[in-house]
C-alpha cells in the first residue's frame, strides 16, 4: 500500500483506517491472527519502519481473508464511505504478487466504488464506458482509450442478461459463469486500466439486472401467496427447492421476505439464488394445479348449457 505522491504520514493514516476495517471483518469472520503492535499503538506518525511491519501485517490478513468475507461484511455492515474504498482499490492495485482473492476483492471494490459516486436516476445508457472512466479517475487515473478486444463479449453478456425475464433465465443461460471465465481467461490483462474500467462498467449493469430480475421474483411469489390462500391451499411442494414437499406459506413468505432486504446476496451466490428461482416456481406450480379444478368445472358447467 505504497501509492506514489503519497508520503509516509499520509500512508501511515491510511494503514491505520484499513487496519480498523480489517479487524472488525475479522472479528466477524473469526479470522484469527495475532494483532500488530505497531498499528495497535500507533498515532498519526509514521516510525522507522512501521509501514513495513503494516505491510507484513496486511499481507497475512490479505492471504486469510476472501473476496466472500468482503462482500458479506459490505452488504451487511456499515457503509465506509468513500475515502476508504479508495485506499483499498488503491492497496489491491499496488500488491507486487496478487491472488486469484485479489483481483476478486478488486473486482468487487471498483464496482462498490462506482456505485458509491453514481447519481441517483442513472439510466443505464448514460453508464459508458468513456462516464465508468471519469467516474473512477481518483482510483484508476490512467486515460481510457476503448474497449480492449479481448472484452468485447461483456456486450454480448449485457445483451444476453438484460432480454432475461426470470432469475432462472438469468442462471439457466449461463451469463455469470460466462463472464467470470473471460475474467479468468485475462490474467495480468485483468489489471489494465482500460480492463479494470470496463469490468466495472459490466458489474455495475449486470447488478441492476441481477436486482430487477431477484425483486420480480420475490413479488411473484408473493403474489402466488396471495391467490394460494383465495384458493384456501394452504402448503406447496418446495421439495425441488431444498424445503419440504408440505412447506406452509407462512415459511415461504418468510423465506421470501428475506430477499427484499437491500443486498441481501451478491449476484454470484449461485446455489442460493437457485434456490430462490425454484421456490418461485413451486408457487407458480401450486397455483397452477389448484386452479385447474375450477376451469375444469367452469368447462363442464359450459358444456352442460349448450346442451340444455
Known amino acids: 500500500m505504497s501509492p506514489e505522491g503519497v508520503n509516509a504520514n499520509e500512508r501511515w493514516q491510511a494503514a491505520r483506517r484499513m487496519y480498523d476495517f480489517y479487524r472488525k471483518v475479522a472479528t466477524q469472520f473469526r479470522i484469527e491472527l495475532e494483532k500488530s503492535p505497531e498499528l495497535e499503538a500507533g498515532d498519526g506518525t509514521a516510525r522507522p519502519g512501521a509501514l513495513e511491519s503494516a505491510d507484513r501485517w496486511f499481507e497475512e490478513m490479505d492471504a486469510r481473508l476472501g473476496a466472500h468475507h468482503l462482500r458479506a461484511y459490505l452488504q451487511t455492515g456499515p457503509e465506509i464511505?468513500?475515502?476508504l474504498l479508495q485506499e483499498f482499490i488503491q492497496h489491491y492495485r499496488g500488491r507486487a504478487q496478487k491472488s486469484e482473492a485479489d483481483r476478486d476483492k478488486l473486482d468487487y471494490l471498483l464496482v462498490q466504488y462506482f456505485a458509491w459516486c453514481a447519481p441517483p436516476g442513472l439510466s443505464d445508457e448514460e453508464v459508458t464506458p468513456e462516464y465508468v472512466a471519469r467516474t473512477l479517475e481518483s482510483v484508476v487515473p490512467e486515460p481510457f482509450t476503448c474497449t480492449p478486444e479481448w472484452l468485447q463479449p461483456l456486450e454480448q453478456l449485457l445483451g444476453e442478461?438484460?432480454?432475461c425475464r426470470t432469475l432462472a433465465d438469468l442462471?439457466?443461460?449461463g451469463v455469470l459463469e460466462m463472464a467470470r471465465a473471460l475474467k479468468v481467461s485475462g490474467g495480468e490483462m485483468f489489471y489494465a486500466p482500460a480492463?479494470?474500467?470496463?469490468?466495472a462498467r459490466f458489474n455495475y449493469l449486470l447488478r441492476r439486472v441481477f436486482f430487477r430480475l431477484l425483486h420480480a421474483d420475490?413479488?411473484?411469489?408473493?403474489?402466488?401467496l396471495r391467490w394460494l390462500e383465495h384458493l384456501k391451499i394452504g402448503v406447496v411442494?418446495?421439495?425441488a427447492a431444498e424445503l419440504t414437499e408440505q412447506e406452509p406459506l407462512e415459511k415461504v413468505r418468510e423465506i421470501a421476505l428475506n430477499w427484499k432486504a437491500p443486498f441481501r446476496a451478491e449476484y454470484a451466490a449461485g446455489?442460493?439464488?437457485?434456490?430462490?428461482?425454484q421456490l418461485r416456481a413451486a408457487v407458480e406450480k401450486a397455483l397452477e394445479k389448484g386452479t385447474q379444478p375450477k376451469a375444469a368445472k367452469a368447462a363442464a358447467a359450459g358444456d352442460e348449457s349448450e346442451e340444455s
Do not use: H, M, N, T
Not at 480492463?195 to 469490468?199: G, I
Not at 420475490?218 to 402466488?224: K, Q, R, Y
Open 237 to 239: 411442494d418446495a421439495s
Open 161 to 163: 442478461a438484460g432480454s
Open 195 to 199: 480492463s479494470l474500467v470496463c469490468f
Open 81 to 83: 464511505g468513500s475515502e
Open 171 to 173: 442462471l439457466d443461460r
Open 218 to 224: 420475490v413479488d411473484a411469489i408473493f403474489e402466488g
Open 271 to 277: 446455489q442460493p439464488l437457485r434456490r430462490l428461482a
